[in-house]
C-alpha cells in the first residue's frame, strides 16, 4: 500500500500491478470464468507486463519452491503463528476493506 503514494511511478505502478494481480488471482479461485473477463478489461500493456512476468517465473520454477513453501508454512506454525502461510492468502480481503474506509 505504501508503494502507491510514491512519487516515483514505476514503484507506484509495481503497487497497483501487485494489488489487481493478487485480486485477479483470488477471484479465479472462486470463479475462473469471471476472473478472465475482468482481466480482459484490464489495459493491453498491463496484461502483456503481466504474461512477461509470468513467463520469466516460469522459467525459475522447480520443485524447490513447493518444498520451501512446505518448510516455511511448517515454520510459522511451530512458531505460533497458527495458520502458518494462509494469512498471507488474506491480503485481497484486508486490501478491499482498507480501502472501503480510506481514500484510494
Known sequence: MASIHSNDPYFKYSGYSFALRYCLANIAKFDEGLAKKMAKKVN????????????????????????????????????????????????????INYYKENEL
Not at 516455511?72 to 491480503?91: C, R
Open 44 to 95: 493491453k500493456g498491463i496484461r502483456k507486463n503481466f504474461k512477461e512476468s509470468k513467463d520469466f517465473n516460469a522459467k525459475y520454477e522447480s520443485f524447490v519452491e513447493n518444498i520451501f513453501e512446505d518448510i516455511t508454512d511448517n515454520y510459522l506454525t511451530m512458531n505460533e503463528h497458527k495458520h502458518g502461510l494462509e494469512p498471507y492468502s488474506k491480503f485481497t480481503g484486508l486490501m
